[in-house]
């Protein structure tokens, strides 16, 4: 069976990870999330996947290469130029990028699945496309229901009672939300569905073409189904995923690496002297990093491998990413460090090195972090706080 996983978009929401990192290939304690996807797929008989790309390309590509160790067939579909010698990305839509692949050649000849490549799900495919072929539907929209008090933070999906959809809610408001039924960005389509796709430009699934499926008075239908479905749409998303993994609530991801103590997990090679420092899971330690004594590591937290904890430095509810030394006395509290960014859980960023603050939070490959200037130690003072 044929799927696509859509995976050509920037994921500008997702910076800085998103700089040097697509959206498919951010990290799962390790694991590429669309490494997940793909595994999801191949247990319920996909085994056939288009991939569109476009933005770090070669990431994704290099990566899954032809699907075959991964127990399935992979093919890309690039959505850009070549300017300068350089690859340069420019994204169709997520329907012009399925539409791209069909004129190419008639790919999807039956009913085939859609995925957004920046999700975590444990869905039942299966059950999914034997419903979407039981109401004889030419798209089918999988959602899931969420607590009313959640709904304006998603797309809201309005049925009818044969489960036919009927209008659409972009993050209504409380008092407004017609449904508490969200898109998950799981789709279900039959080849016929392009149709209503025009081609060479760009075109959107949400945007355009449901909306017009909807006016068009097509076998449009959306079906509710209980999964887990962790979205990573934004970083304080990502932050929360990986909370989220560690405490057990995903259970199609196991964490990896030896289980030294309950709840602290750690790859090959780290050194620690256990005694000397307080680690309090559930907690990941990644392989060849170096933890030194006086440091207090408090889960739900990962460390990713080849990093340096120095001494008395904190990490508290937080991720850090490989490479990263964490200098003398640091205090990281619900922060996100990648390279030279430290992102707190709203999102909002510093860059450690134009704040003069690299002897804080650098490179672990770097021999001579520094010593801080006093201009900067207030500043140093309230990221260590926290605040």
């Known amino acids: 069976m044929k799927a ?12 800085p990870i998103t700089y040097t990192i697509p959206k498919p290939m951010i990290p799962i304690l390790q694991k590429p999330v669309m490494e997940f996807l793909l595994e999801l797929l191949r247990q319920h ?3 056939e996947i288009m991939v569109n790309v476009s933005h770090l390309a070669n990431e994704i590509e290099n990566y899954f290469r032809d699907g075959q160790r991964f127990g399935v067939k992979i093919a890309y579909s690039f959505e850009g130029n070549i300017v300068d010698g350089e690859l340069v990305g420019k994204a169709l839509g997520s329907a012009g990028g399925m539409r791209r692949i069909q004129d190419f050649y008639p790919f999807f000849d039956d009913t085939f699945i859609v ?5 975590l799900i444990d869905l039942d495919l299966t059950k999914a496309v034997e419903w979407h072929r039981s109401k004889g539907a030419i798209a089918t929209v999988v959602m899931k229901s969420v607590p009313r008090d959640q709904v304006s933070s998603y797309g809201v999906v309005v049925t009818d009672e044969e489960g036919r959809i009927k209008a659409f809610q972009e993050k209504p408001s409380i008092d407004e939300a017609l449904s508490t039924d969200i898109n998950t960005g799981i789709y279900i389509f039959e080849p016929e569905v392009f149709d209503y796709i025009p081609s060479g430009v760009e075109y959107d699934i949400g945007g355009q073409l449901f909306p017009k499926l909807v006016e068009m008075g097509a076998p449009f239908y959306g079906v509710s189904m ?3 479905w962790v979205d990573i749409g934004k970083v304080p998303d990502y932050w929360q995923a990986i909370r989220d993994v560690l405490l057990g ?3 199609n991801v196991p964490i990896p690496g030896k289980e030294v103590a309950p709840g602290i997990y750690t790859g090959l090679n ?4 256990w005694d000397k420092v307080d680690i309090r899971g559930p907690v990941y330690i990644g392989a060849m990093t170096r933890i030194e004594d006086g440091a207090t590591i408090i889960g739900p ?3 990713g491998p080849s990093c340096h904890i120095c001494s008395n430095a904190t990490v508290d509810n937080s991720v850090i990413f490989e490479y990263s030394r964490l ?3 640091v205090r990281l509290v619900d922060k996100l460090v990648f390279g030279r960014y430290c992102v707190d859980k709203t999102g909002a960023a510093i860059d450690v090195q134009a704040a003069a603050l690299d002897w804080l939070i650098t490179d672990a490959r770097k021999t001579d972090p520094g010593v801080p200037p006093d201009e900067h130690r207030v500043i140093a003072e309230l990221l260590s706080n926290g605040r």
């Open 115 to 119: 995925l957004c490549g920046d999700a």
């Open 249 to 251: 609530k995903v259970k």
């Open 45 to 47: 008989g996909f085994d």
């Open 270 to 273: 780290v050194v620690v002297n």
């Open 301 to 303: 937290s990962m460390i």
């Open 4 to 15: 696509m996983i859509l995976a050509a978009g920037k994921g500008t929401r997702v910076r």
């Open 226 to 228: 209980d999964f887990e």
């Open 327 to 329: 200098g003398p006395g």
